[in-house]
């Protein structure tokens, strides 16, 4: 199942990351994730270099609220790891606290 024109919806913010190509993976995987789960709305997501050293927080801000983690990760597994945490953001939307 494909969500119709999820790419207008989706807004996608990520800091920190000087290389393109990590940069593009990111945004690529989070509008695939977007793509293949259903969600009411706009859903605006962003990426970042946590506090906490070595940390990335990812916040996903959508109609059911905003959810913010924080993934302890090397660059080349951030674009998988942050796209899990979308789909399982926007799949069980009644369960963010």
């Not at 969600?39 to 962003?46: D, E, L």
């Not at 990335?56 to 801000?61: E, H, L, P």
Request: net charge positive.
């Amino acid at each position: 199942m494909t969500t119709p024109n999820a790419d207008a919806r989706v807004s996608v913010g990520i800091d920190g990351i000087d290389d393109p190509a990590v940069v593009g993976a990111i945004q690529q995987a989070i509008r695939e994730a977007c793509r293949v789960v259903p969600f009411h709305g706009t859903v605006a997501i962003a990426v970042a270099p946590s506090d906490t050293r070595g940390r990335w927080d990812v916040a996903v801000k959508s109609y059911a609220g905003r959810h913010v983690a924080s993934i302890s990760a090397p660059l080349a597994r951030l674009p998988e790891l942050v796209a899990e945490h979308v789909r399982r953001v926007l799949r069980r939307p009644q369960q963010i606290d």
